[in-house]
């Protein structure tokens, strides 16, 4: 049951901290947003700074945007897919592993046969 939530802007880089307050604890959820571009590591390095930075605030979950990894493009969406166990993410789950913070990102996930 939420008690009670208040927000906050940190900085003008499309970063925000919301937390909340239950019965039993504080919650703090951070969510981001990245100027759009259709390059995947420089996409990844922003997630990485980003997910530090909620990490160091106390959040426990970051939450991005849609396609936030690969940024919204048709051509070339194919070949900028992940897969589940794609290497490209491995920096991301070794922050998660580091940090204790739940990170949601996006991109278009390719199914393998």
């Known amino acids: 049951m939420l008690e009670y939530w ?9 970063y925000a901290i919301l ?6 604890r504080l919650m703090i959820l951070a969510a981001a947003q990245l100027q759009d571009q259709a390059n995947f590591v420089a996409n990844l390095e922003e997630h990485l700074r980003m997910g530090k930075k909620a990490a160091d605030n106390g959040a ?13 493009m048709r051509v070339g969406a194919a070949e900028n897919s ?3 166990y794609d290497v490209r993410l491995d920096p991301l789950r070794e922050l998660v592993a580091e ?7 996006g991109a278009p996930l390719l199914l393998e046969d």
């Open 6 to 14: 208040n927000g906050g802007i940190l900085g003008n880089e499309g």
């Open 19 to 24: 937390n909340i307050f239950t019965k039993k």
């Open 60 to 72: 426990c979950l970051l939450l991005f945007p849609e396609m936030s990894l690969t940024g919204y």
């Open 82 to 84: 992940v897969t589940v």
């Open 99 to 105: 940090r204790n913070i739940i990170i949601i990102a």
